[in-house]
C-alpha cells in the first residue's frame, strides 16, 4: 500500500496533497530526525518534496535572497532525502524544466539525460546544483514541470498571469498543465519509476496562442502587445522538453493545444 506524505504547503503542494488525499507539511525548519518523525508518524513509504523558492513576484527575487535560495533549493532537500534513506522512503523531488539554453535554430526538445547549462538565474542554478546531487540517487525520482498551468486562478498559474500582462513574448514553450502532472506522478508512483522525468504536455505554443484560444472559448476580448524577447529585458530561458519517455513508460500525454483548450473551458477566475 502506498502512503505518502508532501513537504510543501505551496501552489503545487496543496494541489498534490488534494489530488492524492494525503498530508502536507508547510514550510519550515527542517532536521532530518523531524522528517523521520514525520514519515514513522504518518506510515508514509513515499514523501514528495515540493519545498521550493521561486521569488514571490517572479525568479529575480531570488537574486536578492540568495541564502534562502539556497537553502530551500538545495539543502532542504538533501535534508528530505537522507531522512528516507534511513527510513527507507521513496523520495520524489520537484526539479524544473527551466535549467537549459535553447536553440531554436535546431528546435530539439532536450530529453532527461542532457546535462543542464543555463546558470544565468540563481534560480536556475539552484535547481541544477540539486538536481545534479540527486538524480543517481536510489529510490528517488525527479520530476520537471515547465511553466505550470492550471484551470483553477492562482499567482503562479501561467494563464492567471497572462490575462493581467500588457505585454507578452511570442516564443513557443513547453508547458505543464497541472491537472495531467497530478495524474502523471500518480501514474509514476504506481509504476515506482526513478530517474529523471520531464512532465509537461506535448508539443509548445506561444502566449499569444494561449490567448487566442481564451478569446476564442470565452469570447471575449483581450488587450495586449506582443514584444520582443529583448525588450522584455529580464532573464528567462525559453526551451522545450521532450515528452518520449514519460509516453514510453505508459503515460498518455495530452497535445499541449489540447490541454489548454481544457484548461480554458474549465477556468473560473474571469
Do not use: W
Not at 175 to 198: R, S
Request: proline share 4%; glycine share 4%; aromatic share 10%.
Amino acid at each position: 500500500m502506498i502512503n505518502v506524505i508532501i513537504y510543501g504547503n505551496g501552489f503545487i503542494g496543496n494541489r498534490l496533497s488534494n489530488y492524492l488525499n494525503c498530508p502536507v507539511i508547510e514550510n519550515k525548519k527542517l532536521t532530518v530526525q523531524d522528517v523521520i518523525n514525520d514519515i514513522k508518524n504518518t506510515k508514509s513509504n513515499v514523501l514528495i518534496n515540493c519545498i521550493g523558492k521561486t521569488g514571490v513576484e517572479n525568479v529575480d527575487e531570488c537574486e536578492n535572497n540568495i541564502d534562502q535560495t539556497l537553502e530551500s533549493n538545495c539543502l532542504v532537500p538533501l535534508v528530505l532525502y537522507e531522512a528516507c534513506i534511513r527510513t527507507k522512503t521513496k523520495f520524489i523531488h520537484f526539479s524544473t524544466g527551466c535549467i537549459y539554453n535553447y536553440d531554436y535554430s535546431i528546435d530539439k526538445p532536450f530529453v532527461e539525460e542532457v546535462i543542464p547549462d543555463f546558470y544565468e538565474l540563481f534560480y536556475s542554478r539552484t535547481k541544477i546544483y540539486s538536481e545534479m546531487s540527486l538524480k543517481h540517487a536510489p529510490n528517488t525520482l525527479l520530476i520537471r514541470p515547465r511553466i505550470p498551468i492550471d484551470y483553477i486562478p492562482h499567482s503562479r498559474n501561467l494563464l492567471t498571469k497572462l490575462l493581467t500582462f500588457k505585454n507578452i513574448i511570442n516564443i513557443k514553450n513547453s508547458i505543464t498543465y497541472i491537472p495531467h502532472m497530478l495524474d502523471a506522478i500518480k501514474h509514476l508512483i504506481d509504476i515506482e519509476a526513478t530517474g529523471i522525468y520531464n512532465v509537461v504536455s506535448q508539443g509548445g505554443i506561444t502566449y499569444p496562442e494561449i490567448l487566442d484560444i481564451y478569446q476564442q472559448r470565452k469570447n471575449v476580448k483581450i488587450d495586449y502587445n506582443i514584444i520582443s524577447f529583448e525588450q522584455l529585458k529580464m532573464v528567462r530561458t525559453n526551451l522545450l522538453l521532450s515528452t518520449n519517455k514519460l509516453y514510453s513508460s505508459g503515460f498518455q500525454i495530452k497535445n499541449v493545444y489540447d490541454a489548454v483548450e481544457e484548461c480554458i473551458d474549465k477556468y473560473k477566475g474571469d
